[in-house]
């Protein structure tokens, strides 16, 4: 059935004329009339306002089509595939993110110095030039300087990481007069970090320390 047809079938069981079903809606009775003959269709306002004065489900009276049980044709193969396929993928999804940042460094188990100062040097590739322009702010007097070799590190608990390294040495030269000599300041910045995706930190918090390198 159509929708116009389904719409005369519920206004003749609910007893009603054209024109009263008009005068309910506050629409012209040719309106009804094109609505049962599918000359137009109503909007969704009027079409509510039809399953509440038919006294019938918004659904049955708007459904295209409504096939008898032995007629419904099952989802095909193909569809639950697809369904699968997105499930699994979004379980594996839903793994990375909430799995140990550890994983990500190539195994279980990366409690060596190496691997920590390969999978901080990854990090710190990744966001450079925020963690440089970080530094400045913090400690400007190492303003314009670079990362010391060897001074990355980082430690983790679960999908929380601590971030280390250290830019410098400034290009100025500072007077030591406790010790009577020249150095240079360096800037070890800690950061705090959560990981929001595989290989993706949100930086929280952080600190700074200013270490002298004698000249």
Known sequence: M???ERIGAARKRSGLSQAQVAERLDVSRQAVSKWETDT???DMENLLHLAELFDVPLEEL???RTAPEKEKKRPPIQLWI???V???AGVLAMGLHVAPVDLE????SWQNEERAQRYAQKLFDRYEEQLLEQAYVMAPDVEGAGLVPDSLWCSWSGRDLTLTYTVGPSKRVFYDNARGESVRHSAQVT???TRIWPNVFRWDKHSVSLLEVPE
């Open 2 to 4: 159509t929708l116009g």
């Open 40 to 42: 137009s269709r109503p």
């Open 62 to 64: 708007a459904m295209e």
């Open 82 to 84: 697809c369904l699968g």
């Open 86 to 88: 997105l499930l699994l």
């Open 105 to 108: 460094a190539g195994g279980p």
């Open 191 to 193: 950061l705090y970090g």
